[in-house]
């Protein structure tokens, strides 16, 4: 039973464009989400994370739009370069240890 | 300062045999845990653990054991290998905030 769901699989962009990764989530107990990002042979990384409390955050060039009523959420990466290509991680936090439910992944191409 | 380290990084193993995973964190974090990564699964928690002697099951634990004697330090042990335990074995840790840092993983193969 996969708890927070994402989309697409892969996506290939050419620089400077603006790819957009998808989630959707069914516990409503998930009170953090939370974008990581994975380059080869690397662990996972924080890039940004929001609250449901508000519909949006931007840091830098990386955008989350939250929709709470609809239980979805979404990177979108301004201004894409090569060196954003990467796997990007959906997760959402709940209980008292903030374990993270991670979506499947979606690897990010960003052609020179 | 070395922050969380995995090892071994690489690990080839047969069926059958007992493996240790090891996880040293120098931050002191309340907060560990053990995930694994498997492509088109993302990562799944296996285990974590809120303090030294405290552990506690995650969504995928069958088949692994954990322990906690000190702070710094989360082995986690496959009794008996299987080769659907195949897979990249990250360990993490948080201490207050939301934020879990990651080591850098091992690859583990069972033949």
């Known amino acids: 039973q996969q708890q927070v769901k994402q989309s697409p699989q892969s996506l290939i962009v050419q620089k400077g464009g603006i790819p957009i990764i998808n989630c959707a989530y069914e516990n409503t107990a998930f009170d953090y989400f939370p974008w990581y990002q994975q380059f080869p042979g690397k662990g996972p990384a924080l890039l940004i994370a929001i609250r449901p409390d508000v519909s949006e955050k931007k840091e830098g060039r990386f955008t989350i739009s939250f929709n709470k009523s609809a239980k979805q959420f979404s990177l979108h990466i301004m201004d894409s370069q090569p060196g954003d290509s990467a796997t990007y991680f959906c997760?959402?936090?709940?209980?008292?240890?903030?374990?993270?439910?991670f979506g499947s992944g979606t690897q990010l191409t960003v052609l020179p | 300062d070395a922050g969380i380290t995995q090892s071994p990084r690489y690990k080839i193993t047969e069926t059958g045999r007992q493996v240790t995973l090891m996880c040293h964190q120098t931050w002191s974090h309340s907060y560990m845990f053990w995930y694994r990564q498997d492509l088109g699964h993302g990562l799944r928690l296996i285990y974590y653990s809120a303090a030294a002697d405290i552990t506690d099951k995650g969504e995928v634990p069958d088949g692994y054991v954990v322990s906690r004697s000190k702070t710094e330090n989360f082995p986690l042990t496959l009794e008996s290998a299987t080769r659907s335990q195949t897979s990249v074995y990250f360990c993490?840790?948080?201490?207050?905030?939301?934020?879990?840092?990651f080591g850098p993983g091992t690859r583990l193969t069972v033949l």
């Open positions: 993490a840790s948080r201490q207050g905030t939301d934020t879990q840092y």
């Open positions: 997760a959402a936090t709940s209980g008292s240890a903030r374990q993270l439910t």
